[in-house]
């Protein structure tokens, strides 16, 4: 079936240094993917989106880079800081308005 | 932003019950919301999905009897576990895509429902 996947299941960073989270879909007909950022008993938080018409998007210190001929999405954040650890999904939009879900990857920032 | 509510946040009952877990669009009408559950150290996976009105459609082998869901305003869907067992213990986790802005996919999610089944 459809599915979306990521490459790292845990990165571990400087602090200070640029992190880059993958993710790999395999739906070519998908149109809209996001990035979540989810810290531990918590609901994910929105960080950024693109749509297909797009390859790259940027927002404050983090860039989404979308790669449709290989159909990979990628999350780079800048000056990585503590407060950036958690678990970072990339959501694929199915055409229903339903999300489907990458397995996740977890930044640890370390001092 | 867009903020979505969930309540409780954390609960703990006997094997056997029913639990009700309350999602809320604050500020914004939401035709359409969404449930998924997590199990520790897992992706979300998608539950059933509720519109406003009308019935939830579920996921294939979600059990439609067994979590009820009912979407009777446009800022509160509700979720029933009934007949909780330590197997159904998990993160519940809606989220809402906000009426009027068709063109928008995006989703806000709720802080989660943390069920522990005794």
């Known amino acids: 079936g459809e599915s979306v996947g990521l490459h790292l299941p845990t990165l571990s960073v400087q602090e200070g240094d640029n992190s880059i989270i993958n993710c790999a879909y395999s739906?070519?007909?998908?149109?809209?993917f996001i990035w979540y950022k989810q810290e531990s008993g918590k609901g994910p938080q929105f960080i950024i989106d693109i749509r297909s018409n797009m390859d790259k998007r940027q927002g404050q210190r983090v860039t989404v880079l979308l790669n449709k001929t290989v159909k990979h999405l990628s999350l780079q954040i800048a000056a990585t800081q503590p407060g950036d650890s958690a678990v970072y999904f990339c959501a694929e939009n199915s055409g229903t308005y339903k999300y489907i879900f990458g397995t996740g990857t977890r930044l640890k920032v370390l001092a | 932003g867009a903020v979505v509510s969930q309540h409780p946040s954390r609960v703990i009952c006997k094997s056997g019950t029913s639990v009700k877990i309350e999602c809320r669009s604050l500020d914004f009408q939401a035709t359409t919301m969404f449930w998924y559950r997590q199990f520790p150290k897992q992706s979300l996976m998608l539950m059933a999905t509720?519109?406003?009105?009308?019935?939830?459609?579920?996921e294939q082998g979600v059990e439609k009897d067994k979590f009820l869901i009912n979407h009777a305003s446009l800022t509160l869907s509700t979720l029933t576990v009934t007949s909780a067992h330590p197997e159904d213990s998990s993160f519940y986790i809606c989220s809402a895509r906000e009426r009027g802005k068709e063109g928008t996919d995006t989703q806000y999610f709720g802080p989660g429902t943390r069920l522990t089944v005794l």
């Open positions: 739906n070519s007909a998908s149109d809209y």
């Open positions: 509720s519109n406003e009105g009308s019935k939830a459609t579920y």
